[in-house]
C-alpha cells in the first residue's frame, strides 16, 4: 500500500508559480517513478510530468521549460514547481505512481490539489 498526499494548489495570476509537493508514505521504501498528472473540467487527464529514481524526467509538451520536477532519491517527496503559469494550466493536479511486485503493478493516486491561474 502506498498514500499519496498532494498539496500546494491555490489561486495564482497569469505568469506567476506554484510548488507542488507530493509526499509518499506506506509499505514501499522506495518507488520506481512518480508522476504528476492534471485534469481540467471537460477534459482528460493527462501526464504532466514524471520522473524515475535514477532522476529521469519527462515532461508533457505544453510545460517544458515551465514546469520542472524534482524529488528525494526515494520518491518519497516529489515536487512539482511551475512557473510561468497560464489560464490553460488550470486544473486538479494529481500525483500518481504504480509500483510493481514481481508481475503485479499497483496504481496509488493522491487526492488531488486544485491549480487555478487567473487575473
Known amino acids: 500500500q502506498v498514500q499519496l498526499v498532494a498539496s500546494g494548489g491555490g489561486l495564482v495570476q497569469p505568469g506567476g508559480s506554484l510548488r507542488l509537493s507530493c509526499a509518499a508514505s506506506?509499505?514501499?521504501?522506495?518507488?520506481?517513478?512518480m508522476g504528476w498528472y492534471r485534469q481540467a473540467p471537460g477534459k482528460e487527464r493527462e501526464l504532466v510530468a514524471r520522473?524515475?529514481?535514477?532522476?529521469?524526467?519527462n515532461y508533457a509538451d505544453s510545460v517544458k521549460g515551465r514546469f520542472t520536477i524534482s524529488g528525494d532519491n526515494a520518491l518519497k517527496t516529489v515536487y512539482l514547481q511551475m512557473n510561468s503559469l497560464k489560464p490553460e494550466d488550470t486544473a486538479v493536479y494529481y500525483c500518481?505512481?504504480?509500483?510493481?511486485?514481481?508481475?503485479?503493478?499497483?496504481?496509488?493516486w493522491g487526492q488531488g490539489t486544485q491549480v487555478t491561474v487567473s487575473s
Open positions: 500518481n505512481t504504480k509500483p510493481s511486485v514481481g508481475f503485479v503493478q499497483y496504481d496509488y
Open positions: 506506506g509499505s514501499f521504501s522506495r518507488l520506481n517513478t
Open positions: 520522473i524515475t529514481s535514477s532522476g529521469v524526467t
